[in-house]
């Protein structure tokens, strides 16, 4: 039995962040196999994500590929969300990824301040029954979850150019195609 990693979140943009806690839950032996999922509809969040479905996925992507090969083969980006028409529950997600991984043990990884607001998912009784959560805390999120040294950096940051905490090939994406416009 494996333990499957599912990583999803709005990747607005993904970055330096988002890489070190895939590469923590490596580290620390936490999962087998990681699955980065772009959130296609998120619900939770104040704004809908400025870059479309298929701009996150693609950052997504070329961002894995700057990880250590012997993580970025552990690793893989699945666009399941940004491909269902209408809300992104992560139940849905997990049903779907558990036909593909019908042996395995699934652990939903997520930030503390997703955590925090885990009682408003949809049908979160039901999830909690079919996934182990790894709540990784976040700066100024200490004692909720699993302590990795997290970067401060995010995305909203990023996108307001007060930082550029990207790697290369996501800086040179999001330059080329005008993403945010600041950068």
């Known amino acids: 039995m494996s333990r499957v990693g599912i990583y999803g979140g709005t990747f607005d943009p993904i970055h330096l ?3 070190h806690v895939i590469t923590q839950l ?3 032996d936490l999962i087998d196999q990681l699955v980065v999922i772009p959130a296609g509809q998120p619900l939770l969040r104040d704004f809908q994500p400025r870059a479309t479905g298929q701009q996150r996925f693609t950052m997504c992507e070329l961002a894995v590929t700057t990880l250590p090969e012997s993580i970025r083969a552990k690793v893989s980006v699945n666009p399941i969300e ?14 779907a990824l558990q ?10 990884v997520i930030g503390a301040d997703a955590f925090e607001k885990i009682n408003q ?3 979160i009784d039901d999830l909690e029954k079919m996934v182990q959560i790894i709540c990784i805390n ?3 999120y200490k004692g909720l979850g699993i302590d990795i040294n997290a ?7 990023i996108r307001e150019g007060r930082n550029s905490q990207v790697p290369e090939k996501v800086g040179a994406f999001i330059r080329e195609n005008g993403l945010y416009d600041n950068q």
């Open 121 to 123: 998912w949809h049908r």
């Open 99 to 108: 036909a593909s991984f019908p042996n395995d043990q699934i652990f939903l």
């Open 17 to 19: 962040g988002h890489l």
């Open 138 to 140: 976040r700066p100024g």
């Open 151 to 157: 970067l401060d950096v995010s995305a909203t940051s």
């Open 26 to 28: 490596f580290e620390k």
């Open 82 to 95: 940004i491909l269902r028409d209408g809300p992104s529950y992560a139940i849905d997600t997990v049903v």
